[in-house]
């Protein structure tokens, strides 16, 4: 995963904490992408964003003790802050930290297969809170094998592979992968912190996040198609393969060559 990047500006000086506290916000946010598919470290990486993002207006507050003109700039995007969901839930309990029970209720997933990029087909199937990716598809695979419809409707065929899909939700943001929550709390605290540093007089932060993933390819865990087909259905398709280019290589007439 790549590292926070600095900032294209060496100076910042004044604000530097209140910045230092935002790029630790951003090695959070990898954090979390990293460990989506296994919840506890997702659960552990999310808690560290939330800590260390709602550290960042106070701090910054605090860097602009003598600075009530730049404070008077940026009241906006404290406002704007102030606004935004989680900084909401922030505000409401100030311990606000997201517990496994929170996770239960909402957050849910499915099965089916890509082909190259695309989704081919995508069915519900419960992916438990408490469980990773690797676990829930593996009584994916179990329930494959006994029932033949699910398998027929949902387990890849020649030319696609299997997959799960996963969303992290709790009722305080509903239809907001925890994701994304944490992505737009970055983006808003980067705003607040990029008003600052212009009305210092300084150049611009980079608020593009190039080095972030996109939560659609995140959500989704690919599985191996050989390992399906000799799991559920007792086929090796490498070895039918290699027969089958054997069979075509023998009774291929030389005039085909
Ligand atoms: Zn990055």
Redesign the pocket.
Known sequence: ?????KTSSPRHGTIESSIDRWQEC?WH??QMEMHYHNPEPFRYSLNSFIRAAKEVPGILQADLQNHAQVRAQVATEFEILNQNTLFVALKKRRDFLVHRGMLEPQSNGSVGTTEGHQIKVAIPFPVFPHESSDEAYERYIASCRTNKILRQLSGPDSGSGPAIWRTWLIPQFPGHDLLEVAFEAWLLTGRLLCAAVVALGEPPLDLE?L??HSVNDIQIKRFNRRDFFLRVDGIDIEEEARRYREFFDKHRKPSDS
């Not at 995963?1 to 990047?5: A, G, K, L, Y």
């Open positions: 995963m790549d590292q926070p990047r951003h946010l990898h996040l080095c972030r």
